[in-house]
C-alpha cells in the first residue's frame, strides 16, 4: 500500500469515528444541577464491624481456599466468587502440563503453620506508657498475631510462615482507634527508643513488612485497621475524608450507599487499606476512568517523628511550593503514618458492562490498546492475556455435566479455530469493563469494537468479559494451591514505553526459560503475562512466573534469583523497576540502577531530616543501605 493510499485510509477511518462521536452526543441531554452552597460535607453512619475473618497462612478470606479431591478436581471453597464451590476437572492436569511436573492429590507438600514464632524482646515501662491511652484489647503480644504483622504475601514470605519460619518478627501489636492515639503512641515510642512499622493490610509483595533481622530495638506493629471509618462526605464537591485503615472492601460498601465510588480497585481491593495505598503508590485495575492514586489523593494527615503534618482545607488543585504529602506516596513507612486522606469520589456508573475480545496473538492485542489509547475511547479496564492466561482461564472452567454445554463449547472451538483462523496456541483475549453514564458507554462500545476488528480481535461476549475479571479475586488463592503441591509461584510487573512493550515481554520469557534450564530445576517454568494498564506513553504488564520445586534444596533462593534475573531484563529492556508493587527491601538492590547517586543521597537526606533517629524502622527501598532480613545458614543467632 503507498504512502498516499494509507494516509486516505487513515483519514476515512478518522472521519467515520469522528462522526459516530457525533451522533453519540446529539443524543445526550444533560439535566441542569444547582451548585450547592455553605457547608454542604455529611458524617455518614458508622458501618457495622466486619465479621469477615481473614486467613493467617495464606491470602484472604479463613473460609476460601483451593482443595485438590481424590478423583483430582479442584474446589474452592466458600461460596465468595464466581467459582467458588464447584467443580475444576481441569486445573491440576493443565498446572501438570505446563509444568512438567506430578502435581495431584498424592503428590502433597503438607503446610506446617504456625512456625517457631520468636520469643518478644521486653519493654515493661513502655507497655506501662501504652496502657495510659490504650484498652487492654488494644495490645497484642500474642505469637500469631505478632506473626501475622512481621510478613506480607511474596512467595518467600509465605513459603516461611508454612515450611519454615521468620527470623525477626514485631514484638508487639498496637491497634490505634484514633488519630490522637497514633500521636500519643509516636511519642511514646520515641520517648523510650522503640521502632514503630505501619501495618494495613498486609497484602504486600516487596518484603515492606518483614524486619531485619539485626532490629535490636522493641519493635511495635500499628495495625491500623481499627481507624476504617468515614469522616465526612461533601457531596456537592465530591470529596470524603477517610481513614487510613479502610479497606477497599469496605470502602466500596459504604461509599456506595451514599451514591459513590472512588473507583480505585487494586487486585487486593478486598484486603488493602487506604494508606497502603497511599504508601506504595498503588494502581488499581480502573485507573482509566479514575486514575491512579496519586490522582485521587487531595491532602492527608500523617503523624511523623517531628510531629503532625496536616492543613485546615484543601483545594482542587494547588501551587503553594513543596507539598509535604507528596512525599508520603511511595514513603513505604519510611517517614511516618498515615492516619487519614481527603479524596476524591465519583459517582456511581449509571452503566456498568463487560466485554471480551479474542486476538490472534498477543502482538496483536497490544497493537489495538496503542490504537484504542489514540482514539480516546479506553474503557474504565481493559487488560489483555497472553496465550498462557488464556488457557488459564479456560482450565478454571467448572465441569460441563450436559451435552448441550459440551456441544455449545465444541462449536465455539470450531468457529474460532477453523472459520477465524486462530491458532489455541497464539490466541491471546481482552477483557473490558465499561462504566459511566449510558452516552459514555455506548460511545466507547461503538469506537473500541471497530478498532479490536481492524487488529483481527473477535467479539466474545460480555458474559467471558465479567468472568475474567472478577475471576481476578478467585485466582489470587491459587499460589497457596499450587505450594501444597510443590511448585513455587510469585507475580512481578513493570511498566515499560509503547515501542518496546512486546521486545521486554519476549525478552524476560526468555530469560526465565534460560535462568530455568541453567539451574537445572524440574520440569518445565511457568510463565504467563497481561497488558493491564494503558498511558500515553506505554504499557503496564504484569507478569506470573513460578517452577516446580519438589527436590529444590533451597526453593525460595531459586525462585529469588530467577526473579532478580528477569527484573535485570525488563530493566535492560526499557521497562521500569515496579509499576506499582512498590520497591520494600526485596528489589533494594536495584536502587542504584534506577537512581543516580545524587537522587539515592537526597532520599537518605530526607530520612535523616524528617527522622534522625529511624522511629519508622521499615528501612523500605535501601533508604538506610542494604538491610538483612536472614542469616545465612550456620551464622550466629
Known sequence: MSEKTLAQKLGQVSASLAKEARDVLAGFKPERRDVGTGETRFVPPAPHASMDEEALDGWGFKDTRFVVKPDGNVVLTGSRYNISNVELPSLMPWFSKMLASPLGYDNRN????????????????LLTALREFLAEDQLSSDPLVRLRRGHGHTGAEIWAIRYERLERVPDLVVFPTSHEQVVQLTEAAKQHGACLIPFGGGTNVTDALRLPVDEQRFVIAVDMRRMNHILWIDPVNRMA??????????????LAKHGFTMGHEP?????????????????????????????????????????????????PRESIGPNPKNFMFGSEGNYGIVTSAVVKLFPLPEVQRYGSVLFPDLAAGLAFLYDLQRAGAVPASVRVMDNTQFHFGQALKPKKDGLGDKLKSDVEKFFVTQVKGYDPDKLAVATLVFEGTEAEVEFQERMLYPIAERHGGMKAGGANGERGYQLTFGIAYIRDLTFEHWAIAESFETSVPWSRAMELYERVRERVAREHERRKLPGKPFFTGRITQVYPTGVCIYFYMGFYAKGVADPVREYTEMEHAAREEMLAAGGSLSHHHGVGKLRQHFMKDIYSEGARAFTREVKKAVDPDNLFGASNHGVLGQVVLDREPGSES
Not at 503438607?110 to 515501662?125: G, L, W
Open 110 to 125: 503438607e503446610p506446617h503453620y504456625p512456625p517457631v514464632v520468636p520469643e518478644p524482646k521486653q519493654a515493661p515501662a
Open 241 to 254: 475524608c477517610i481513614e487510613a485503615g479502610a479497606t477497599g472492601r469496605h470502602l466500596v460498601a459504604e
Open 267 to 315: 487486585d487486593s481491593v478486598e484486603f488493602s487499606t487506604l494508606g497502603g495505598w497511599i504508601a506504595t503508590n498503588a494502581s488499581g485495575m480502573k485507573k482509566n476512568r479514575y486514575g491512579n492514586i496519586e490522582d485521587l489523593v487531595l491532602d492527608m494527615k500523617v503523624v511523623t517523628a517531628h510531629g503532625v503534618v496536616e492543613r485546615p482545607r484543601v483545594g
